[in-house]
């Protein structure tokens, strides 16, 4: 006896509360996270896009933001709403003067186009920014779970090892990973190997004794012939330990454009000014201004100029705002971080987004955003804004009351271990050791740890990489 099971498909409507970004705030969300060089490009691509822009090289900065706070009231009045975005134009019939600018792109742009297609959660999208935000020129995560979760007030951290997870699949595969072993299991895994399980064993478990070229040990504890592991050594030489390498510049002379810059006049008063020398003052075409309030025009033409209007005048907001967020962010650090400006790095003092975000009254994901791939000139050199926030490092000082932070540890071990005899060079007690003579008291296991992230062997290997 058969028995038929027969399913009945039905259509019915569900409310779902979802989270989604207006035009305007995905405008300023963009323009934000640029730095100042891409800024330049991509208002070169808007010009050619929108022929409502136009770079204004007389009128004031004043008389230029008064008049786009009129134009944004004129359009309000009209009640303009943005058409369906629809073109049936292919863009090898445009004239060439119509096609935006080509820009070589990013690791960063890279990553998001893809966060983009795997991901479609507003909130989800927002953890994988913030990822992207912090990634090191070599392709490393510079930022916790626990401290993304913390800045975007997660219960968990499920949602954001979930991503993380996702974004170490993409092209290049072991981005974002937290260590050279997450980053080497990674691309083991996404790749067609047979000898997959005894290759993640050796970076496991035997990363160091691989490194000291302990054969005939690993082959041992794993049971397996000799010629094995040497081959696995081979492939795992083979892997990019290194996943950002091909994003670097390709030109050796490309040089770090600062977004702000911090000078120190004769008063001994910092001041701030917004790198902005090579970005254009936009205005609104002025005749299409006038266009748009004749009674001729028909409806397809009015609403295309609506939108260009509409569109220009968010792009030349969202750049004033990015300007105005930077250099408020850049103007707390400075107050803060007085003493690193007069006395150097020991006297760096901890600093987290949300102490900054408290302080200027905007959302710590926006200061992320804020600071992301930013870089300021200040009197003790260039640096990226993202140094001056660390966490604090043990008890207060005994003798201070002032807390250390992480980035001041960081430097002295740095500077420590430049300065070491390379015969003969320091391990992590002698490192504990001179640090605790300085008023810091710091676990072994943490400086290793930071040691691992400032990209510094042990000593055994230090010295064996001298002798060689």
Known sequence: MVYFL????????????????????????EVLLLPVAELSTSID??????????????????????????????????????????????????PIDDIPLKK?????????????????????????????????EDGYLTISCEEIADILKLRDLTAVEK????????????????????????????????????????IKYYFNALGKKQYTKIAKDLNVPVANIQKAAKTIAQLEPRPARNYRPLQPNTYIQPDLFITKNDQEEYTIYINDKDLPPL????????????TGLKPEEKEFLKEKLRNGILFIKSIHQRGQTIKAVTQYITDRQQGFFENGHLELKPLVLKDVAKAIDRNESTISRAVSNKYVST??????????????????????GKMISSRSIKEEIRQFIIDEDKASPYSDQSIQDYLEKKNMKVARRTIAKY??????????????????
């Not at 009945?8 to 779902?16: A, D, F, L, T, W």
């Not at 040691?451 to 002798?467: F, G, T, V, Y």
């Open 379 to 400: 009197p003790r050199g260039m640096f990226p804004i993202k140094f001056f926030f660390s966490q604090a490092v043990g008890k207060p000082n005994a003798k201070t």
């Open 163 to 202: 991503i993380l997870k996702i974004i170490q699949t993409f092209e290049p595969i072991g981005i974002a990973s937290r260590d050279i072993q997450e980053c080497l299991l990674t691309q083991i895994k996404n790749k067609d190997l047979d000898n997959h399980e005894i290759l993640a064993k050796i």
């Open 45 to 94: 691509q808007e010009i050619q896009a929108n022929p409502l822009l136009e770079i204004d090289e007389q009128r004031q900065n004043e008389e230029r933001d008064r008049s786009l706070e009129e134009l944004w009231e004129q359009l309000d009045q009209m009640n303009a709403t943005l058409p369906p975005s629809s073109s049936n134009d292919d863009i090898e019939t445009k």
């Open 283 to 294: 205005r609104i075409n002025p005749y299409y201004k006038h266009l748009l309030e004749q």
């Open 451 to 468: 040691r691992q992230a400032l990209k510094i062997l042990p000593s055994h290997l230090r010295k064996q990489r001298e002798s060689i």
């Open 6 to 29: 027969h399913m009945r498909i039905k259509m019915s409507p569900i409310q779902v509360q979802k989270q989604v970004l207006a035009p305007a705030m995905q405008q300023a969300i």
């Open 104 to 136: 070589e792109e990013s690791l960063e742009d890279h990553l998001l186009q893809q966060l983009r297609v795997e991901v479609s959660d507003p909130l989800e999208i927002q953890i994988g920014e913030m990822i992207i935000g912090d990634i090191d």
